[in-house]
C-alpha cells in the first residue's frame, strides 16, 4: 500500500497564527474604503474565490480545503463600549481583523515524483490591506497568487515558487474567478510548452530576506541571471 505524503507546510509563518474560514467569517469585521463606504474584498472571500477558480479549472480534480495563517490584527470598540475599561471588556465589544492573510490550497491528484519525493500542486496566495489607501475611494486591490508543486508563502506578500506567480488588481471577486483563471491556464500552457519539464522556471523570488521573519515589509524581488 502506498505511503501517503505527509502535508507540505507551504507557510513562512513568523508572526503568524493558524486561522479557520469559519473564524474569518464569523469573527472578523470588513475593512472598508472611508470615501464611499464601499467594502474590500474580504479575506474570505479571496480564499473561497481562488479555490472555486481552482475546482473549476481543475474539474474532477482532489481539491483540499485551504490552510490558512494570518497576522497583523487590527482591534476596535463598539460605540456602546468606548467608555468602558479596558480589563472589563468582552468580546462583545470588541472589533477585529487581520491586515494581512495568506492561504495554501493543495491538489494531491496532480503531482510529479521528483528525485524520489512527490510533490502535489499547489496554490498560493497572499493580500496585505497596508498594500491599500483605505482613506480613499474603492480602487483595485492588489492580491499576490502562484501556482506550482513547490510553493511557499509569508504574510509580508512574499511567494517563492519554481512555477507562475502573478500579482493581481481587482475591483470584485467576478474579476479575481478571471484572473485565477487566467494564472493558472498561463501554467498550464507554459509547463506544456517546456515538453514535460517537471517544474517550470518562470519567476523566482530567490531568497527570503530577514524582513520575513518580522512585521517590516519591502518585497525584493530577483531576477535569475
Known sequence: EPVKPKRVNHFIEANSVEVTLDHLKNDNVIPVFSKDNELTISHP???????????SFYSGEQI???DIRCSHVVKGRRPESINKPKNLLT??????????????IDIPS????????RLNLSIVGVRALNRENLATKKSPELFRLAVSFKNTVCCNMCVFT?????????MSTKELF?????????????????????TVPICFIRFFPSFCFSSNLRLREISPP
Open 162 to 170: 519554481d512555477g507562475y506567480k502573478d500579482d493581481i488588481k481587482v
Open 178 to 198: 478571471r484572473a485565477t483563471l487566467e494564472l493558472l491556464n498561463n501554467f498550464n500552457t507554459a509547463k506544456n510548452a517546456f515538453c514535460g519539464t517537471s
Open 45 to 55: 472571500q479571496f480564499i473561497e474565490t481562488v479555490w472555486e477558480a481552482a475546482n
Open 91 to 104: 468580546e462583545a465589544d470588541t472589533t477585529q481583523y487581520y491586515e494581512r492573510c495568506a492561504f495554501a
Open 64 to 66: 483540499e480545503q485551504p
Open 110 to 117: 496532480i503531482y510529479e515524483n521528483v528525485s524520489g519525493n
